[in-house]
């Protein structure tokens, strides 16, 4: 089907979004790596009737339509484009994907709360950066060191996590998760107005539960800490533990009474980010996904790598360009659009897809 796709622009980016005339396309793509069509999808009348009632906070639009056409073309036996429920492996980012990152990283509010308690106790660390940039709430410093990061310049980020690893000397895991689960609980979003743990967003939680009520197998594969994201993951998302991919610090092993534990040492093991998520997913899961979802640059050697070269992949960018429910940027992502533009990889318009941005 040839149709007229209205164009989204953010900053001088055009994407497609949906159809200018509001239809619902008749097919959809799957695209291998190369981004080139190798399959089309035809919908089905069954699917069709039950849009209105899959994924709830979604319109029904192109978007929708293509991850219906998707999920029932992979999950039809009788189709050529059918996946055993093994490899129906599904990988997610975590910030700016599942949760809101703005106006920062909801893990380094955590950690620079920490080390604003360090240069409380330790006057001379007010005039050494990060814990000057902490001290003097120094955003612009500490959110342009991840915006560089994802620009190609990791100078101020370098700074930055070597003030961030002195948290972690003799911390035990279990410490790090139960202090995540109740940050996110009890700390509020400086400007949304509710608690971290409700900063998720509702249209990827029913995205995680179609997944899943449809045989896929649903693991987070974020920039942020492992042991961070393992403190909340079941709650927020209903994937359990083992299925946390994230950065890493290294460990050791300190005996003691029931059993001993593991503690974090201040010395970076794994930066889950950029090239870096692919070689995890292969570390630990083994196979290629063939559903990813993303929103940064540090996304897209993961979008990627998604199906190879023999199974039909769906890629889905999340595009934050709603000022008025959430926020609108696209500093860091400018690479990763361009790709997907260039690929026709799926976009998703928070602002065009989402009725609903948040849980009521």
């Given at each position: 089907m040839i149709h007229v796709s209205r164009k989204l622009e953010v900053s001088g980016k055009l994407f497609s979004t949906i159809p200018s005339n509001g239809a619902i396309p008749k097919c959809v793509n799957a695209v291998s790596s190369s981004g080139n069509p190798d399959c089309v999808l035809p919908v089905l009348s069954r699917k069709e009737n039950l849009m209105p009632q899959l994924l709830p906070s979604w319109n029904d639009n192109y978007t929708k339509q293509t991850i219906v056409n998707f999920v029932t073309q992979v999950t039809d036996k009788s189709s050529s484009s059918y996946v055993p429920p093994h490899e129906r492996i599904a990988v997610f980012d975590n910030d700016g994907t599942l949760w809101c990152e703005k106006p920062m990283y909801i893990q380094f509010?955590?950690?620079?709360?920490?080390?604003?308690?360090?240069?409380?106790?330790?006057?001379?660390?007010?005039?050494?950066?990060?814990?000057?940039?902490?001290?003097?709430?120094?955003?612009?410093?500490?959110?342009?060191?991840?915006?560089?990061?994802?620009?190609?310049?990791?100078?101020?980020?370098?700074?930055?996590?070597?003030?961030?690893?002195?948290?972690?000397?003799?911390?035990?895991?279990?410490?790090?998760?139960?202090?995540?689960?109740?940050?996110?609980?009890?700390?509020?979003?400086?400007?949304?107005?509710?608690?971290?743990?409700?900063?998720?967003?509702?249209?990827?939680?029913?995205?995680?539960?179609?997944?899943?009520?449809?045989?896929?197998?649903?693991?987070?594969?974020?920039?942020?800490?492992?042991?961070?994201?393992?403190?909340?993951?079941?709650?927020?998302?209903?994937?359990?533990?083992?299925?946390?991919?994230?950065?890493?610090?290294?460990?050791?092993?300190?005996?003691?009474?029931?059993?001993?534990?593991?503690?974090?040492?201040?010395?970076?093991?794994?930066?889950?980010?950029?090239?870096?998520?692919?070689?995890?997913?292969?570390?630990?899961?083994?196979?290629?996904?063939?559903?990813?979802?993303?929103?940064?640059?540090?996304?897209?050697?993961?979008?990627?790598?998604?199906?190879?070269?023999?199974?039909?992949?769906?890629r889905l960018l999340v595009v934050h360009d709603d000022a008025d429910r959430e926020f609108e940027y696209i500093a860091g992502a400018e690479k990763v659009i361009s790709t997907a533009q260039a690929n026709d990889w799926t976009t998703i318009s928070i602002k065009n897809d989402w009725r609903e941005v948040f849980p009521a």
């Open positions: 509010d955590y950690l620079l709360r920490k080390m604003a308690i360090q240069a409380q106790s330790e006057p001379s660390l007010r005039s050494q950066q990060p814990w000057k940039a902490v001290w003097e709430k120094d955003f612009d410093w500490l959110g342009g060191a991840v915006t560089k990061h994802y620009q190609g310049d990791d100078s101020d980020l370098q700074v930055l996590l070597g003030g961030i690893l002195t948290l972690s000397e003799g911390q035990s895991v279990e410490q790090v998760e139960e202090e995540a689960k109740q940050f996110i609980e009890n700390e509020p979003h400086p400007t949304l107005g509710f608690s971290y743990a409700n900063c998720i967003y509702q249209p990827m939680l029913e995205l995680l539960k179609y997944l899943e009520d449809n045989g896929f197998i649903n693991y987070i594969v974020s920039g942020g800490g492992r042991d961070f994201m393992r403190g909340f993951a079941q709650d927020l998302y209903g994937i359990p533990r083992e299925r946390v991919i994230g950065s890493t610090v290294a460990y050791r092993y300190r005996e003691g009474e029931n059993g001993g534990s593991i503690v974090q040492r201040a010395e970076l093991d794994v930066i889950d980010d950029g090239p870096g998520k692919p070689v995890q997913i292969w570390n630990m899961i083994g196979r290629r996904p063939i559903l990813a979802a993303g929103n940064s640059n540090g996304d897209l050697q993961m979008l990627t790598f998604a199906g190879g070269s023999s199974l039909a992949a769906l």
